[in-house]
């Protein structure tokens, strides 16, 4: 039995995956090695246009829905890759920046066209 690397739990002979960190097992003849994860880069763009997003540029907002949504799409396809989290919230950021955008134009049109 084998142990990861990255967090130290038991790997399966046949396990893929680390079951507790998600890191990737690369089998060998003679033992078993834990293939270092990396970030995605499309999660740490739909983070950071998400931010921007908030400052009421609607086009960085939809670009960070876009990008969350790929980077959410590729992450389970390849467990390997990290971020999640930053993809989740880039997204949500996007669709807040976005309602912040359209309540913004409700409010001046209110200004403008009061009943």
Same mark, same amino acid.
């Given at each position: 039995? $084998? ?5 130290? %739990?038991?790997? *399966? ?11 990737? =097992? @690369? /089998? ?5 090695? /834990?293939?270092?994860? *990396?970030?995605? +880069?499309? $999660? ?5 246009? &998400?931010? %921007?997003?908030? !400052? ?5 907002? /939809? #670009? $960070? @829905? =876009?990008? *969350?949504?790929?980077?959410? +799409? ?14 989740? $919230? *880039?997204?949500?950021?996007?669709? %807040?920046?976005?309602?912040?955008? @359209?309540?913004? =134009? @409700? &409010?001046?049109?209110? #200004? =403008? !066209?009061?009943?």
């Amino acid at each position: 039995m $084998a142990f990861c690397t990255e967090c130290g %739990a038991q790997v *399966g002979e046949r396990g893929t995956f680390c079951g507790k960190c998600g890191a990737k =097992v @690369i /089998v060998s003849d003679s033992h078993q090695k /834990v293939e270092k994860r *990396g970030n995605s +880069g499309l $999660a740490v763009a739909s983070l950071a246009l &998400g931010i %921007a997003g908030l !400052f009421c540029l609607w086009p960085c907002a /939809v #670009l $960070a @829905i =876009v990008l *969350g949504a790929t980077a959410k +799409g590729r992450m389970e396809r390849d467990p390997s890759l990290t971020g999640r989290s930053m993809a989740r $919230a *880039g997204l949500y950021l996007g669709i %807040a920046g976005l309602v912040e955008i @359209i309540l913004l =134009v @409700i &409010g001046m049109l209110a #200004l =403008v !066209f009061p009943h």
